[in-house]
């Protein structure tokens, strides 16, 4: 059966979703010109996607700040993104690497603050009513108090690179709406992307308040969800693979550097 084979790989994502202060990977170019500092979640470190640098941290070479990195060849790249990561851990671990120079910083942040881990587990494994109210209660946080904290961590990295362009990235829908899906119910996969609505809300409009780009991720796995014919989102680990970073995030990301 599918839910214990999901039900184990998540858990071990979560036993491995602290994020820790391990030193970011970084890399030398001489074509763009950028000093690139990517921050972040799992979303932008590349968890599910492979080639790891960084197994504490599972920085992937195929996410998309990597593959920006290998494409546009930017002066620097410090690849400080780690799985697990909160918005105190942002601030704590992350934003250290910023400065003067950095000149493009990306950063995807606030789904674990909002609960994304047990949220997943709690969809996943109880009934729709359930799933439900928590959901509806991580909307009352992201909508009372995870504006706030935003606002404070993008003023942080404005204050540390104050000559950056930011470029603030969204979350994708993980199911696809409607029809059969073995790993859950229609109503609980609508229920969850109507999660994902409230969070890229919530996280657009106070990047816009920032000045900063936003990169929503929704229409750039449309057709690509979990439980589609082919899934950029692993049903395992509730990820984007590698395709995922390659096709929707990486592209998503390029179009929203000015």
């Known amino acids: 059966m599918r839910i214990p084979r999901v039900l184990t790989t998540v858990l071990l994502a979560l036993a491995t979703a602290v ?26 470190s590349g968890t599910g996607a492979g080639d ?6 599972t920085r992937s070479g195929n ?13 620097s790249f410090t690849f400080a993104a780690c799985g697990g990561a909160t918005i105190p851990d942002v601030l704590n671990n992350q934003v250290r690497y910023l400065n003067e120079s950095t000149s493009l910083v990306s950063i995807s942040i606030g789904g674990n603050d909002s609960g994304f881990a ?11 009513a359930v799933c439900e109210e928590r959901l509806a209660e991580a909307a009352r946080y992201t909508r009372s ?16 690179a104050p000559n950056a362009e930011v470029v603030v990235v969204g979350y994708p829908y993980l199911y696809k709406e409607g029809g059969f899906c073995l790993s859950m119910g229609a109503g609980k996969r609508a229920a969850v992307n ?21 990169a929503d991720a929704r229409p750039a796995f449309a057709g690509h969800e979990i439980c589609t014919r082919d899934p950029w989102i692993s049903g ?8 995922g970073h390659e096709k929707a995030y990486l592209p998503a990301f390029q179009s929203a550097i000015r």
């Open 52 to 57: 790891y640098s960084d197994a504490l941290c």
């Open 236 to 243: 395992s680990n509730i990820h984007p693979t590698a395709e």
């Open 194 to 214: 109507d999660g994902s609505d409230v969070l890229n809300q919530v996280i657009a409009d106070r990047a816009a308040a920032a000045g900063f780009s936003f």
């Open 118 to 128: 047990s949220i997943m587990l709690t969809c996943l494994l109880s009934s729709q």
């Open 19 to 44: 994020a820790v202060p391990a030193a970011p990977a970084s890399a030398a170019g001489d074509g763009a010109g950028e000093n690139y500092v990517a921050l972040g979640d799992s979303y932008s």
């Open 145 to 160: 108090q995870l504006p706030g904290e935003l606002d404070a961590l993008y003023a942080t990295i404005r204050d540390r």
């Open 63 to 75: 996410a998309y700040p990597a593959r920006w990195a290998q494409v546009s060849a930017p002066a």
